[in-house]
């Protein structure tokens, strides 16, 4: 077992959506590693290379079979289905991570990101209504939901939201969405569900081993890197809070204890970021990920790109002070990690050879203590 103090953990039946993609993946592994039976809800893998593809062999061995894991395949735009599948997960907390999460994507296919983003999550709320037990529900989100004024102080919850493109006004939508259903169907009425906690987390920017998306700059540095290229760096100058994939999931369990526990913390939006030191331009982080992977970069700035904001951080006080979140790894460790990773990978380890040693190396540096239940 890699996480010390897993018993809160142990048995319970957790819903995934958005288990096969990057964050989906880490998560999946970190709650069967502390005992949880997993239900996960999502579309088929990318091609690989993809962390999810080279985790299933092993996870349907030590876990599928022993009933702690259960995958479906399944589209968050098809309410049916996903009602069918909630109601037989009878889920005591639910992770919502299924979603379209590329910005330039959003570009290509706005109705598409627009109607998973908003609608999908819409219909996750809608399928968890005739749930009659405790649950706690944490939808997740992303730290560009906020209307980003490009300026040098961190966003708090409170802040307007808003969005350029159509990743970031569809998340900013869908917080909209679910704090209007939570208001709604939320509660002692008739019409309402006493059951349902929900919240929203904020967060964006994560690294981490196993992460192959496309128009991401440590997957396309790393590809470059394996086959001897420069990186090529459209944006250097934009400012990113980067921080490890392991820190906000860190924080959505932690915000999932204390919804069903006795601490009971607001019903609301959180964030999860990274130190300010943290917050860096990504020419940096390129220099950086060279020091422990040697090479080059070259300059392929476009002025004619389709617009992606250039400052962004998020103020993470509510989570230290509600919930005694705050991150672990530093930005040196994040990077060290990160690409020790791949390079783990690279030269023949397996990819759960690297996730466990990462969840391991966290746990023991930085023990998390968890709510009491």
Same mark, same amino acid.
């Given at each position: 077992?890699?996480?010390?103090?897993?018993?809160?953990?142990?048995?319970?039946?957790?819903?995934?959506?958005?288990?096969?993609?990057?964050?989906?993946?880490?998560?999946?592994?970190?709650?069967?590693?502390?005992?949880?039976?997993?239900?996960?809800?999502?579309?088929?893998?990318? @091609?690989?290379?993809?962390?999810?593809?080279?985790?299933?062999?092993?996870?349907?061995? +030590?876990?599928?079979?022993?009933?702690?894991?259960?995958?479906?395949?399944? +589209?968050?735009?098809?309410?049916?289905?996903?009602?069918?599948?909630?109601?037989?997960?009878?889920?005591?907390?639910?992770?919502?991570?299924?979603?379209?999460?590329?910005?330039?994507?959003?570009?290509? +296919?706005?109705?598409?990101? #627009?109607?998973?983003?908003?609608?999908?999550?819409?219909?996750?709320?809608?399928?968890?209504?005739?749930?009659?037990?405790?649950?706690?529900?944490?939808?997740?989100?992303?730290?560009?939901?906020?209307?980003?004024?490009? #300026?040098? $102080?961190? $966003?708090?919850?409170?802040?307007?939201?808003?969005?350029?493109? @159509?990743?970031?006004?569809?998340?900013?939508?869908?917080?909209?969405?679910?704090?209007?259903?939570?208001?709604?169907?939320?509660?002692?009425?008739?019409?309402?569900?006493?059951?349902?906690?929900?919240?929203?987390?904020?967060?964006?920017?994560?690294?981490?081993?196993?992460?192959?998306?496309?128009?991401?700059?440590? =997957?396309?540095?790393?590809?470059?890197?394996?086959?001897?290229?420069?990186?090529?760096?459209?944006?250097?100058?934009?400012?990113? =809070?980067?921080?490890?994939?392991?820190?906000?999931?860190?924080?959505?369990?932690?915000?999932?204890?204390?919804?069903?526990?006795?601490?009971?913390?607001?019903?609301?939006?959180?964030?999860?970021?990274? =130190?300010?030191?943290?917050?860096?331009?990504?020419?940096?982080?390129?220099?950086?990920?060279?020091?422990?992977?040697?090479?080059?970069?070259?300059?392929?700035?476009? =002025?004619?790109?389709?617009?992606?904001?250039?400052?962004?951080?998020?103020?993470?006080?509510?989570?230290?002070?509600?919930?005694?979140?705050?991150?672990? #790894?530093? $930005?040196?460790?994040?990077?060290?990690?990160?690409?020790? #990773? $791949?390079?783990?990978?690279?030269?023949?380890?397996?990819?759960?050879?690297?996730?466990?040693?990462?969840?391991?190396?966290?746990?023991?540096?930085?023990?998390?203590?968890?709510?009491?239940?």
């Amino acid at each position: 077992m890699v996480i010390e103090n897993s018993d809160f953990w142990c048995g319970k039946r957790v819903l995934l959506t958005g288990h096969t993609g990057f964050k989906g993946s880490w998560l999946l592994l970190w709650l069967l590693e502390l005992g949880a039976e997993v239900w996960g809800y999502a579309l088929d893998a990318d @091609p690989a290379p993809n962390l999810f593809r080279l985790l299933e062999p092993e996870l349907n061995k +030590d876990y599928k079979l022993t009933n702690h894991f259960h995958s479906h395949r399944g +589209d968050i735009t098809d309410l049916n289905t996903l009602s069918k599948f909630v109601s037989e997960a009878q889920p005591d907390v639910v992770f919502h991570l299924a979603a379209q999460a590329l910005v330039r994507t959003s570009y290509a +296919d706005p109705l598409g990101t #627009w109607a998973a983003n908003v609608q999908g999550s819409l219909n996750l709320l809608e399928a968890l209504k005739p749930l009659n037990k405790q649950c706690a529900v944490v939808m997740i989100t992303t730290d560009k939901v906020y209307e980003n004024k490009e #300026w040098l $102080y961190g $966003y708090r919850e409170n802040d307007p939201l808003g969005g350029h493109d @159509p990743y970031s006004s569809s998340k900013a939508a869908a917080e909209i969405a679910i704090a209007s259903w939570r208001a709604s169907f939320c509660g002692e009425a008739a019409h309402q569900t006493p059951h349902l906690r929900i919240a929203t987390a904020r967060a964006g920017n994560v690294i981490g081993g196993g992460d192959w998306a496309t128009d991401r700059i440590v =997957p396309d540095a790393i590809r470059s890197l394996a086959r001897g290229e420069p990186i090529s760096v459209r944006n250097p100058a934009a400012t990113r =809070p980067w921080q490890h994939v392991l820190e906000p999931l860190g924080g959505y369990l932690r915000l999932a204890e204390a919804l069903i526990s006795d601490l009971y913390p607001p019903c609301e939006a959180f964030n999860f970021g990274p =130190p300010l030191a943290s917050n860096l331009p990504v020419l940096e982080l390129v220099e950086t990920i060279l020091e422990h992977w040697p090479g080059e970069w070259i300059d392929q700035s476009d =002025p004619n790109a389709p617009h992606e904001a250039n400052l962004l951080h998020l103020q993470i006080d509510k989570a230290h002070h509600l919930l005694g979140w705050q991150p672990r #790894w530093d $930005y040196a460790t994040t990077i060290a990690r990160t690409v020790g #990773w $791949y390079r783990a990978q690279h030269n023949g380890a397996s990819a759960m050879a690297c996730c466990l040693a990462d969840l391991s190396s966290y746990q023991k540096l930085f023990p998390r203590e968890r709510a009491k239940s």
